[in-house]
């Protein structure tokens, strides 16, 4: 698709496709499937659907096993199933009028093997699974990074913009992948409604905490050690680029995916994020650095030359995202799906040095 080609209406436009009367006359007593529950989106989203009296019952799909009361989600009932096994997602949407589809791996430790077979495959098996348990909507959070990094990228992108695959990172190839599969799939599956949020980098207190960011055996000292990022001791002065930044907050979130959940809006992608726009020198300041800014230009000049190398680790493949600023527009959410932001981007990335979650 050429970036002058809008989207239309349709799955992934503005036009009514599965949206049902519940936008006027709001459902109750909903049963509500989760998949990765326990990860930042879940710890953003899980205790919304506990407090809302539309949620009558929560499936949570994980494959490590965890108890939902130990977390206060007496809603919440737990499955131990993996989204590379269609039947078992199969039988535990079972009875699911909405299916949130949240497990991804985005860290790339694993091999690339098995990160497509979960991101991809897996993405694609839960909607199949959906649809053939008769789920009304399926909810699936994507990313800023489907949009791509690319150098004719307009300086705020809406919705109309088209999805289009990074050059290198892995991550942000398959977020666009998918958005353009899950549309396919919708053509062959009229029911779910498909729901998209594209948020850009989530911060919160439960940001970190459960990912693997080193690997293999050295996971359990990487959830450890990057549980919570740290202010630095004392004051370093550091050269820093002013490249622009948006973040959201894990509450706002599932904020946005409640919207979805209860079909407050009409099925389509949707942006989500913090008010305000912000710069590294920014967060370089909060994590205690002297910062001396530097003009964006030659730092993203140097973050595309250096992604363009060959044979980069995946870690290394994230500085892709640096070649470009991916600014969002979030004008749609708002006004179709009734969305606002509380934390500012500001608010967010402070409160992911918070000891205690807000209360």
């Not at 493949?317 to 600023?325: F, G, H, L, Q």
Request: hydrophobic share 40%.
């Amino acid at each position: 698709m050429s970036p002058a080609k809008k989207r239309g209406a349709g799955a992934l436009g503005d036009g009514p496709r599965g949206l049902d009367e519940s936008a006027a006359n709001p459902e109750s007593d909903l049963t509500v499937a989760v998949t990765g529950p326990t990860g930042t989106f879940g710890s953003g989203l899980i205790p919304l659907l506990q407090d809302d009296d539309r949620i009558g019952r929560i499936i949570g799909i994980a494959r490590r096993p965890f108890d939902p009361a130990e977390r206060g989600w007496t809603k919440m009932e737990y499955r131990q199933g993996d989204v590379r096994d269609e039947d078992a997602l199969r039988e535990a949407f079972d009875g699911a009028d909405v299916v949130v589809h949240l497990a991804f791996l985005i860290t790339g430790n694993a091999s690339r093997e098995t990160t497509r077979a979960i991101n991809v495959d897996g993405t694609l098996n839960v909607f199949r699974a959906a649809a053939a348990a008769g789920a009304r909507r399926f909810v699936y959070a994507s990313s800023v990074a489907a949009y791509g990094f690319h150098a004719d990228n307009p300086e705020k992108i809406d919705e109309e913009w088209p999805t289009r695959p990074a050059a290198k990172l892995f991550y942000a190839q398959e977020k666009a992948e998918l958005e353009g599969l899950l549309e396919e799939e919708t053509k062959q599956h009229p029911s779910p409604a498909l729901f998209l949020l594209r948020p850009p980098i989530v911060l919160g207190p439960n940001v970190l905490g459960g990912k693997d960011v080193l690997p293999g055996p050295l996971a359990p000292l990487g959830r450890k050690l990057f549980s919570r990022p740290r202010r630095l001791p004392f004051p370093v002065p550091m050269f820093v680029p002013e490249h622009p930044m948006q973040f959201v907050h894990e509450e706002d979130v599932g904020r946005a995916l409640v919207q979805c959940i209860v079909a407050a809006g009409p099925p389509g992608a949707y942006n989500i994020a913090g008010d305000d726009i912000l710069t590294a020198s920014d967060v370089a300041r909060e994590f205690g650095v002297l910062a001396i800014p530097l003009p964006a230009g030659p730092a993203q000049a140097a973050a595309r030359a250096f992604s363009r190398l060959p044979f980069l680790p995946p870690v290394a493949e994230w500085i892709e995202a640096a070649s470009r600023p991916a600014i969002m527009d979030t004008t749609k959410a708002r006004e179709k799906l009734g969305w606002r932001p509380r934390y500012s981007g500001l608010e967010a990335l402070r409160d992911t040095f918070r000891v205690d979650s807000p209360s």
